[in-house]
């Protein structure tokens, strides 16, 4: 029996398919490469460049290496882009989402993990959100995760199908063995961007918006180690195998951290002042977004390992050195 993770040339896919091989599984990787790296899946995986969304070819797969569980990564991710692009986002997230969501049910796969987001509450709920907080999603991208989330819950109802769905908060890192990290060079993510200023590969690190509703002004988000979002998926894994009916749980520590804050968490890292500029907000972007984790500590009893910001800049910078050397 096999693993199959789609997106798993991807960032935190990845992290995961290496994850799933230190422990055994079986994994066959499907990725389309647009955003992903062949060279950062693991070495042992099998790997099939194509989209999550052919659902001949996923049948022919689930087939081909008996899938018993499918982690559905493949996406794209970047809030102003999908505010730009949203039917591109509508297509690659939640029209792929429901060829590979058949695909597995015609096949009989009983268990789907998938990677949501901790956008699709709504900018009024009530921080640390608890899952139960009202949804309701400001960018084309968080509305295309809400939309599979639901996709998921209904056919979970109709048909066999398990799935737990995954609210990360803001993920960072990377593996602490080197193997694998962020490596798409256009990345947008504060902490990789602000390790590339660092290494002095982008001039200065932009601050998108200064006059939030919180304390400094900048926008506040929940840091979550890559390594500990990874083993989030284990315990699901493992959770499903044993027979658990599906749900949703938020993945972040529970402490938030401005933008300067992080800025001041990586100055503190390298020893001496970031270049920054004030910049305007980002389309999309809400404030503030914090988990309450108190869900999957108690029903997955998922304990963070990894929640230091130093251990977090420190690794990113780690792999941003050995990208461009
Ligand atoms: C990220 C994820 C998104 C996920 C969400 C969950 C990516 C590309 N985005 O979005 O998929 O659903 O977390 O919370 O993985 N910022 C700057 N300067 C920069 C970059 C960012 O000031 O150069 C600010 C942003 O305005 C924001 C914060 O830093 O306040 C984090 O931004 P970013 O790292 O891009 O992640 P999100 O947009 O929160």
């Not at 042992?44 to 081909?64: H, N, Q």
């Not at 200064?210 to 989030?232: E, K, N, W």
């Not at 520590?253 to 270049?275: N, Q």
Request: charged fraction near 20%; hydrophobic fraction near 40%.
């Amino acid at each position: 029996m096999s693993i199959l993770v789609t997106g798993g040339a991807g960032y935190i896919g990845s992290h995961m398919v290496y994850a799933l091989q230190d422990r055994g599984e079986a994994v066959v990787v499907l990725d389309n490469l647009s955003t992903g790296v062949r060279g950062l899946v693991a070495p042992g995986a099998a790997f099939v460049e194509g989209e999550a969304g052919d659902a001949a070819l996923v049948r022919r797969l689930i087939a081909e290496h008996r899938v018993e569980a499918v982690i559905h990564f493949a996406g794209s991710i970047v809030v102003p882009e999908s505010v730009a692009q949203p039917l591109r986002y509508y297509a690659n997230n939640v029209v792929a989402s429901r060829a590979l969501i058949e695909a597995c049910v015609h096949a009989g796969v009983g268990a789907f993990i998938f990677s949501s987001t901790a956008t699709v509450y709504a900018v009024e709920a009530k921080q640390p959100l608890s899952e139960e907080e009202p949804k309701a999603p400001i960018s084309p991208y968080a509305r295309s995760k809400l939309m599979t989330e639901w996709m998921l819950e209904d056919t979970s109802r109709a048909h066999g199908l398990r799935a737990m769905s995954l609210r990360y908060f803001n993920v960072a890192g990377a593996d602490p063995q080197g193997r694998t990290g962020q490596s798409t060079p256009q990345a947008t993510h504060l902490i990789k961007r602000a390790a590339q200023v660092a290494l002095g590969r982008v001039p200065h690190l932009d601050i998108f918006g200064t006059d939030y509703p919180t304390p400094d002004g900048t926008g506040i988000r929940d840091y979550i180690h890559v390594s500990d979002l990874v083993a989030a998926h284990l315990l699901a894994l493992d959770a499903l195998r044993a027979g658990a009916e599906s749900a949703t749980y938020n993945v972040g520590y529970g402490r938030g951290l401005s933008v300067r804050e992080v800025v001041r968490g990586v100055e503190a890292v390298i020893g001496r002042p970031l270049p920054v500029r004030e910049s305007p907000r980002r389309a999309g972007d809400p404030p503030v977004l914090i988990s309450d984790p108190s869900r999957i500590k108690s029903a997955l009893n998922w304990q963070p390992r990894h929640d230091d910001l130093a251990e977090i800049v420190r690794s990113a910078l780690e792999w941003e050195r050995g990208l461009n050397a």
